[in-house]
């Protein structure tokens, strides 16, 4: 289940400059969490999965998200339902209302348990919005779009090498889970939830100094280049706003108007 | 744009002279290098060589300036490369002077597209962006690799990778290429293709070359000098046929020889009697051959 992954297309979201889909990847972010609106969550949830859709990002990936987080949903609908107190009763208390002190406990109210969907939603939303960036923009490019976005380019690269780590970390785990297998540590496999709870450090231990290792290798090789020895550098593959990325941020700005105002009238 | 480095050794001056130098990491109690001198001249082609822990990565950290300028720790004594003083020279300068390989070709490649990995040090060095597509031509070309300026470099084999990091360095004009252990995670085809870019840089580019490795066999072929480090000292400076066959010195530093060299050791203890010693494979079998034909004719007599 990769987030950070480029994904090669050209969709109009991999040809937009970076910084158009920053961006918007910032406004709709905030806009999600103001909306309150069924509807309106509703509508900016299609949008991302027709984005999805009409830039050829794995729909496998997509079903994943939602598998992985199903469980955590039925969680926080139920958590709401439960401490959310509401006139309408879905379910009636678990304990009659005449016991003392937990009288009345276990009733899931129907105002909390849609709460809990319109925090469900939005954590679905937020999920499957950010690989529409990340997904269609080279690693490069994506620091760019930061850097002239007024990052320096020392944390603008940090991050993407950070992000960059991510996938050489995991080889590395199931490096050391083969490792610990062949010496017939089956924990991960078999072990109970505490166990494998328990087993954890044996894989982090490893991992944590494998990445400082790397990490201090990096700093030397990216010193010997000279990296942030000047202010500013240049690139040889630059990136430049062009008409067709104004035109989408204005079609965007008529989109975000849309939504805040059906969430407040609807 | 990047200032024009001014530093050149004067006339005479050797490439690289290291005067008594000392060095500390901030967090270890021992001197890992202990009153280090040489000298290098332009063009040459110095083996350093020592067992693992001699501080071999830390000489070569010690010629490009990242030690002390962004290591940090304890230095006494003095580093001149192409007449910079790295005590005294930022980083930027001194990676215009020397080009810097590492050993794990993972680590030191991280963009995304090999153009990108050619570019990323002139970029830094704020490089007009036409000039730094003219040095990925030829920087490519001189490490075989053109055509290859869209792949990402995770891609690439293990040779590819080292030749790639080659290029990357010499992206930035150095006139020296320090290189560590460019090739002790590479496969032989991988050695061979990184130790002929190596050759051409010296042969046709006139680059100064020093090479941390234990590859008895190449050095023998290509180096001028050997180096030898032993727990932090300079134990021996002098060309390969005068390190090869200093026995103890080998057996100190668990130097392995070059395999003809050992044969001819094995001939000789087995009452062979051979002239002379050899590192080469070529005089080595002539020299084989020669002394086993004296041998022959002998008996028949
Ligand atoms: N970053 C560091 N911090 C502290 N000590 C180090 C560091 N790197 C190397 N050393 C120590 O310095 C000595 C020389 O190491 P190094 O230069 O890596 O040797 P070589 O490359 O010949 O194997 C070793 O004893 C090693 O433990
Ligand atoms: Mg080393």
């Known amino acids: 289940m990769s987030v950070v992954q480029y994904v090669e297309g050209n969709s109009l979201l991999h040809r937009l400059d970076p910084r158009a889909k920053i961006i918007m990847l910032t406004i709709l972010t905030i806009i999600i969490f103001i909306v309150e609106n069924f509807l309106m969550i509703g509508a900016i949830l299609l949008t991302i999965l027709l984005l999805w859709w009409s830039a050829r990002l794995p729909m496998k990936t997509l079903a994943s998200y939602f598998k992985f987080l199903t469980g955590l949903f039925v969680f926080i609908i139920v958590i ?53 960036v990340t997904m269609t923009t080279p ?42 297998k062949l010496r017939a540590f089956r924990v991960f496999e078999e072990g109970s939830f505490v166990q494998k709870l328990k087993a954890y450090p044996a894989l982090a231990v490893p991992l944590v100094i494998g990445a400082m290792r790397r990490a201090q290798l990096m700093g030397v090789a990216m010193d010997s280049r000279a990296f942030g020895a000047l202010k500013r550098r240049t690139y040889v593959e630059d990136i430049i706003m062009k008409p067709q990325d104004y035109a989408v941020l204005a079609v965007f700005a008529v989109y975000c108007a849309a939504v805040l105002v059906g969430n407040f009238m609807l | 744009m990047s200032e024009p480095v001014s530093g050149k050794p004067t006339k005479g001056e050797p490439m690289i002279k290291v005067e008594n130098l000392w060095y500390k990491y901030p967090r270890t109690k021992k001197y890992v290098l202990e009153d280090i001198s040489f000298t290098v001249e332009k063009g040459e082609f110095v083996a350093l060589m020592g067992a693992n822990g001699a501080g071999k990565t830390t000489l070569c950290q010690c010629l490009n300036g990242v030690i002390p300028n962004s290591q940090g720790g304890k230095v006494k004594g003095r580093v001149v490369v192409g007449g910079l003083d790295t005590q005294e020279t930022p980083i930027s300068k001194l990676a215009q002077k020397v080009g810097m390989v590492l050993e794990d070709p993972e680590t030191q490649l991280f963009t995304t597209k090999v153009k990108n990995e050619v570019a990323f040090g002139p970029e830094n060095l704020a490089i007009d962006p036409d ?26 084999s293990g040779g590819q990778k080292q ?51 234990h590859k008895s066999e190449e050095i023998a072929q290509f180096a001028d000098k050997v180096l030898m480090l032993h727990e932090g000292r300079l134990v021996k400076f002098a060309p390969p046929r005068e390190v090869f066959q200093d026995l103890e010195l080998m ?8 395999q003809i060299s050992e044969l001819i050791l094995f001939l000789r203890n087995n009452g062979i009697s051979l002239k002379d010693f050899a590192i080469l494979k070529d005089e080595g079998v002539a020299m084989v051959k020669e002394a086993l034909a004296g041998k022959a004719g002998r008996v028949a007599s």
């Open chain 1, 80 to 132: 709401q339902g439960l401490f959310y107190s509401g006139e309408v009763i879905l379910v009636q208390p678990l304990i009659p209302r005449w016991v003392p002190l937990i009288g009345g406990l276990g009733k899931i109210s129907l105002d909390g348990a849609l709460f809990g969907i319109l925090i469900s939603a939005r954590i679905i939303c937020l999920i499957c919005l950010l690989p529409l």
């Open chain 1, 139 to 180: 690693i490069h490019f994506f620091a760019l779009g930061l850097t002239k976005m007024g990052l320096s380019y020392q944390i603008a690269y940090t991050m993407t090498t950070a992000l960059n780590t991510i996938p050489v970390l995991q080889n590395e785990a199931s490096v050391v889970m083969d490792a610990q």
């Open chain 2, 131 to 156: 000039e730094i597509m003219k040095r990925i031509a030829w920087a490519l070309k001189v490490v075989r690799l053109e055509g290859y300026e869209e792949r990402p470099p995770t891609a690439l």
């Open chain 2, 163 to 213: 030749r790639l990091a080659i290029a990357a360095a010499l992206a930035m004009k150095p006139e020296i290429m320090v290189l560590d252990e460019p090739t002790s995670q590479l496969d032989p085809i991988g050695t061979l293709e990184v130790f002929s870019v190596i050759q051409d840089l010296k042969e046709e580019y006139g680059m100064t070359i020093v090479m941390a490795t």
């Open chain 2, 251 to 258: 057996k100190l530093t668990w130097t392995h020889l070059p």
